[in-house]
């Protein structure tokens, strides 16, 4: 079986946590739930872009810099999901299923 690489793996991370959270309207959330779900999808997206920004670095530095920041970030998502499941937005079963899916990503950025 061949192996999608981090980027494509990121993008299909957040069209599973985007399709999730596009049924929530953040306007009828308390602020503190609102505010979650927005840094939630703004690093989701953030991520794809730093596995894009890995997989194109040109020298052996960048991709070093590269992968550091992509697994950072990536790290913050999983804990937004985690917090986000405190509040019934995401299952237990979600937040097994995205976190395996996290950390494949991580262990494909070298």
């Known amino acids: 079986m061949e192996s999608k690489s981090p980027f494509l793996q990121a993008k299909q991370l957040e069209t599973q946590l985007s399709s999730v959270l596009a049924a929530i ?3 009828d959330l308390p602020a503190k739930e609102a ?5 939630l999808r703004q690093e989701t997206t953030d991520a794809r872009l730093d596995a894009r920004d890995y997989e194109l ?3 052996r530095d960048e991709q070093l810099k590269n992968a550091k920041a992509a697994k950072q ?3 913050h998502v999983r804990r937004n999901i985690l917090a986000a499941s405190e509040y019934n937005i995401f299952s ?3 937040v097994a299923i995205t976190s395996a899916q996290i950390e494949q990503i991580m262990e494909n950025i070298n």
């Open 92 to 94: 237990a079963a979600d």
């Open 57 to 59: 670095s040109e020298t």
């Open 35 to 39: 505010k979650l779900i927005r840094t």
């Open 73 to 75: 970030r990536l790290e």
């Open 25 to 27: 309207d953040i306007y």
